[in-house]
């Protein structure tokens, strides 16, 4: 009698353990990623389309990106420049923009617009100061044969002028997808301008090792270029007076240009007083 009570009992444990679900780990909810890392990382994908076009480019052709240049014109003492691409015909010096909306712009403002709205600087005035500095690394033979480019995504639409369409021009605007299409019809029309090309494999060799020497791979040095950069975007920012990184205390133009010129205070301003103390 026991023993059956007993397997009555097993049986209604074990069905009771069967119906038992197990309870559901729950997993934790990931974090939600802000705007600016959101930008970053659409702006690395399309920087790594590029690559992959330049990458295909004829076998004469050299390219170089994301360069860090010293410029003593620019406000954090650099130039970044996203790419070159070092042709038989030419260098051509590309700056991309990761923008959506309708980009409004022409030769002679040094503003563009998008949607009407936002403001950004002429990426042909950008582009400039970025040729420039890397004129000042090579001869001065090479200083005529060069190209501005900037190029957008697909999510943008133009409404520019129509010379920066133009493949006769030596500032052209384009989209990422068409940029190798803009680069080889480019060189097609320096050929057919110019008998003989105007760099040979020893100039192209040339202009390589100058600009990869200049490079600045120094991760600190590329931190506070950034910064630096930040600093002066979120300053341009209407009713914005700079402050001091640790008192708060409202500091003038000469102070903030000071700070932002020195590698010590990593992008940062501070006042007079808490300068002294930052080592």
């Known amino acids: ?23 559901k780990e729950t997993k934790a ?5 802000s705007n600016e890392q959101i930008s970053k990382r659409k702006g690395e994908l399309g920087e790594y389309k590029i690559c992959i076009q330049l990458d295909q480019l004829p076998k ?5 990106s994301d360069l860090l240049v010293q410029n003593p014109k620019a406000k954090s003492g650099y130039s970044q420049i996203d790419h070159v691409v070092i042709t038989p015909y030419g260098v051509i010096v590309i700056e991309t923009k990761n923008y ?11 503003t563009w617009l998008v949607n009407g709205k936002f403001k950004m600087m002429n990426p042909f005035v ?10 000042s690394i090579i001869d001065k033979k090479y200083h005529k044969n060069f ?9 943008c639409t133009f409404n520019v002028d129509t010379e920066f369409r133009k493949i006769a021009s030596d500032e052209i605007i384009v989209y990422d997808i068409e940029l190798s299409e803009f680069i080889h019809r480019k060189v097609s029309v320096l050929k057919l301008e110019h008998k003989e090309p105007l760099l040979n494999e020893n100039d192209i060799s040339k202009i390589y090792a100058a600009f990869s020497k200049a490079n600045i791979a120094d991760p600190k040095i590329r931190q506070h270029h950034e910064q630096s950069l930040k600093a002066q975007k979120t ?10 990184e640790t008192c708060k205390k409202v500091v003038s133009e000469k102070v903030k240009t000071f700070c932002l010129k020195n590698k010590k205070f990593e992008g940062k301003v501070y006042c007079y007083e808490h300068q002294k103390m930052i080592k």
């Open 60 to 64: 004469d052709c050299r390219f170089l």
């Open 100 to 110: 959506q909306g309708t980009i409004y712009g022409s030769k002679d403002r040094k």
């Open 235 to 244: 300053d341009k920012e209407p009713g914005k007076e700079s402050q001091c």
């Open 29 to 33: 909810a990931k974090p939600k990623r």
């Open 126 to 135: 950008q582009n400039y100061g970025h040729i420039q500095a890397l004129k």
């Open 1 to 23: 009698m026991f023993k059956f009570l007993n397997l009555l009992k097993k049986s209604k444990d074990q069905i009771q353990t069967k119906n038992k679900e197990p309870k």
């Open 147 to 155: 190209v501005s480019m900037v190029s957008f995504t697909k999510r």
